[in-house]
């Protein structure tokens, strides 16, 4: 089982950029493929990136191409969603993710076994 902690949301003005954090606990941490998904109110979550055990294999949401990046640092049981020239439709809560039986990575939620609580985003016009 591993534990999820989310850190590094807030309040940003359009343009602006915000990096997140998602540090894991419990089983190692290199056994995971990890995503990031979010959920602004009253939509459906969202996929939003996601990279394999390895950092090999990353995907991500049309919408956010070119403007988010995503990265692991094993070591430090970590990953990072890094937020560049955010637009007010990027408000939402991001919620980092642990999949133990994917090889590469996923876009699908009901792939990840693991979720953390979540970090609101919310950038202002």
């Known amino acids: 089982q591993v534990q999820l902690v989310e850190s590094g949301g807030g309040v940003v003005q359009a343009g602006g950029s915000l990096r997140l954090s998602c540090a894991a606990s419990?089983?190692?941490?290199?056994?995971?493929?990890m995503g990031w998904f979010r959920q602004a109110p009253g939509k459906e979550r969202e996929f939003v990136s996601a990279?394999?055990?390895?950092?090999?294999?990353?995907f991500y949401a049309d919408s956010v191409k070119g403007r988010f990046t995503i990265s692991r640092d094993n070591a430090k049981n970590t990953v990072y969603l890094q937020m560049n020239s955010l637009k007010p439709v990027d408000t939402a809560v991001y919620y980092c993710?642990?999949?133990?039986?994917?090889?590469?990575?996923?876009?699908?939620?009901?792939?990840?076994?693991?979720w953390g609580q979540g970090t609101q985003v919310t950038v202002s016009s």
């Open positions: 993710a642990a999949d133990s039986r994917s090889y590469g990575a996923t876009r699908s939620p009901s792939d990840y076994d693991y």
């Open positions: 419990g089983r190692t941490f290199s056994s995971y493929a």
């Open positions: 990279i394999s055990r390895l950092g090999a294999t990353i």
